[in-house]
Every structure is written in structure tokens, then in C-alpha cells.
């Protein structure tokens, strides 16, 4: 994959491989696969799914146990009563032992959500259904596609975060992230951008996303770099 074919991908599974084959983390993949499930959050009615990708998204940054996200899995995996229950089949996977191996959990993941997506629009049509069932596949993987670039960003350029920019006002800029990662608080983002840029952060491509206005999701690289996550 080059750098232009990421930047407009419309199908993340191209891009999911590239990750893997690259070394993507294991919190990266667990935030992924849990950014998928919140994009259809509204076809997840059942607790027992919600609280798998609730506790997978703890997981992630080490505020669950492995048996927390075992109990939470195997609770998931009884929401899923038939085969054709692909969102709570995408919340089981989410909550999966290990993601960041080779296609397999995340992979499943982000198809069953596509495909969750596509049926539900489907069912929802009086007449077409084929056809409404293809522009929502569609729409979800173009969706799917923003959410990895969301979490994983630009992999074939990098920002390093600075000292200086660190170490400004007695370690502003770094209070401010860890706050908005921990409140969720991404409205906030705009603010720590123009924090960065008042330390000497020049960069084009980081302040640009903080002040997108753009729906963000625990693990955005932005945030994640500031963090020196990952």
C-alpha cells in the first residue's frame, strides 16, 4: 500500500491488513476494533454486547483484567443467538483474547459491522432492498475506512513529540491530553492544539486534526501521539 492509497481508501480492509503486516499493538487494534462497534452502537440494543466493547475499551489501557474481558466475552457470545446477529458477533470479536495477530478477530470485527449496517438498512426499505443493502455496505466501509485512519493516522509519516513541547508551562500540554483522554472530553481537542502551537508545535498535519471538529474516538493518533501512546 503507498501513502496515496491510504490517504483515499474506501475499504478498510486493505488498510487493516497493512497495519498488521507492519506490527500494529494490541491497545491500537483493541481501540479499532471498539471505535467499529460505537459507530453502531445503535444496533447493539443488548447490554451483554455493549458491555463486552465497554470493557474491551478498558482492556486496552490496562483498567480491565483478562477476566474481566473473558467474562464480558463469553456474556457476548450469548447475545448471540443466530448466525445473522452480526453486530453483537462484532462485539464478541471485539472482546476476543487477542486482536493484533493476522486476519482474523479485527478482521471479523469490521465485517460483521459492515455487514450489520448493510442489513439493517436493508430491512428498513419497502421496496429495493438490494439496492439500499449495497449503498449502506457501502457507506459503512468508507465510514470504516475513516475510523482507521482516525485511530492509526498517517502510518507512512510519523510526529515525535518534543521536549520543549512537553516541558512547556510546567507540563501544560500533556495535563491537558491526559484530562481529554480521560474524560473523553474530544471537544476539548481544539484547545490542546492551540496549546501545542504556543509551546512551538509547528505541525501541520497534528494541529490540524486536534481542530478538526471531526467525531474522535479513544486511541485517535493525534491525541495518541501528544500521549506518547504507542
Not at 24 to 33: D, Q
Not at 92 to 98: D, E, L, Q, R
Not at 131 to 157: H, K, M, T, Y
Amino acid at each position: 500500500m503507498t501513502e496515496r492509497e491510504w490517504l483515499t481508501s474506501n475499504d478498510p480492509m486493505p488498510m487493516l491488513r497493512y497495519l498488521l503486516e507492519q506490527g500494529l499493538s494490541e491497545r491500537k487494534a483493541r481501540l479499532l476494533a471498539c471505535a467499529c462497534c460505537r459507530h453502531i452502537w445503535r444496533l447493539l440494543p443488548d447490554e451483554r454486547s455493549r458491555r463486552a466493547v465497554e470493557v474491551a475499551e478498558r482492556f486496552a489501557d490496562g483498567r480491565a483484567s483478562p477476566v474481566e474481558l473473558a467474562l464480558a466475552r463469553n456474556a457476548a457470545m450469548k447475545a448471540t443467538e443466530r448466525l445473522t446477529d452480526k453486530a453483537n458477533w462484532a462485539a464478541y470479536w471485539t472482546a476476543n483474547a487477542k486482536l493484533s495477530g493476522a486476519e482474523g478477530p479485527l478482521w471479523n470485527v469490521f465485517a460483521a459491522a459492515a455487514d450489520a449496517a448493510a442489513r439493517h438498512a436493508a430491512q428498513q426499505a419497502a421496496t429495493d432492498q438490494l439496492a439500499r443493502w449495497e449503498a449502506a455496505q457501502d457507506a459503512s466501509l468508507r465510514e470504516q475506512a475513516a475510523i482507521v485512519r482516525e485511530v492509526a493516522g498517517n502510518p507512512f509519516r510519523r510526529t515525535a513529540m518534543e521536549l520543549r513541547w512537553l516541558a512547556w508551562h510546567g507540563g501544560l500540554v500533556p495535563a491537558l491530553a491526559e484530562g481529554i483522554y480521560e474524560d473523553r472530553g474530544f471537544d476539548r481537542l481544539p484547545i490542546l492544539a492551540d496549546a501545542l502551537e504556543d509551546a512551538g508545535c509547528h505541525d501541520a498535519e497534528l494541529l490540524a486534526h486536534l481542530r478538526s471538529g471531526k467525531e474522535h474516538t479513544p486511541g485517535c493518533w493525534a491525541l495518541d501521539t501528544v500521549l506518547e501512546k504507542d
